[in-house]
């Protein structure tokens, strides 16, 4: 099992990243709010790591904390969810969002998350209730990710890297291209504030 990876970030394709560990390139696949915290490009980063071994390949998916990677454990234990839908829902919602929604039981904020139906919400909800327990009372429970700018650096490409962003979350191409073309004063923006804004957009209304 790979549990930790230190290296340089060395490429970033939302949802996609490759960090260079003394001259290997790691693969990973993150949810968004790792994304937005990342360094720029050839700076170094330290992601806690889940690996998934499947027949056909060996997945790497990382995390900026510890507790987000529990987090991910936990919803890939449930029964219906794999990886993508997990980080779906993660990159949807900042994990103290998600336990308020499970502690809340509101299923019409889950149902905007791709893939997510009314009797899967539902379901997720009984079945989060009780694994969230033992993290609602837990001090420091997460740390947000603030509102402000952010330290990435501007792409040409930053629109079709935040649209391919969320089509490869589960949202339809037409979705993803209106939620980023109705963002206001995009100009300038880097693909990860447009993909932050977009999701804000589109779930947590």
Not at 171 to 178: C, D, G, L, V
């Amino acid at each position: 099992m790979i549990g930790r990876l230190r290296g340089t970030l060395a490429e970033k394709q939302p949802p996609h990243l490759i960090i260079d560990v003394n001259g290997l390139g790691y693969e990973l696949e993150v949810p968004m709010t790792t994304l937005y915290r990342l360094p720029k490009l050839g700076e170094p980063v330290t992601l806690h790591t889940h690996l998934v071994v499947r027949e056909d390949a060996h997945l790497l998916y990382g995390f900026f904390e510890k507790r987000e990677r529990e987090l991910f454990r936990e919803l890939i234990r449930l029964n219906g969810v794999g990886p993508k839908l997990a980080l779906a829902l993660m990159s949807g919602l900042e994990a103290d969002e998600l336990v308020r929604c499970v502690q809340s039981q509101d299923a019409a904020v889950l149902v905007r998350v791709p893939g997510v139906g009314k009797k899967t919400a539902e379901r997720l909800l009984v079945e989060l209730k009780d694994r969230f327990k033992a993290w609602e009372t837990s001090p420091a429970m997460f740390t947000l990710v603030s509102d402000g700018p952010l330290p990435a650096s501007v792409a040409p490409s930053a629109e079709a890297d935040a649209i391919s962003a969320l089509v490869s979350l589960g949202y339809k191409p037409q979705e993803a291209s209106k939620a980023i073309a109705s963002i206001e004063g995009k100009a300038g923006m880097s693909s990860e504030e447009l993909i932050r804004r977009s999701l804000k957009g589109m779930i947590v209304k």
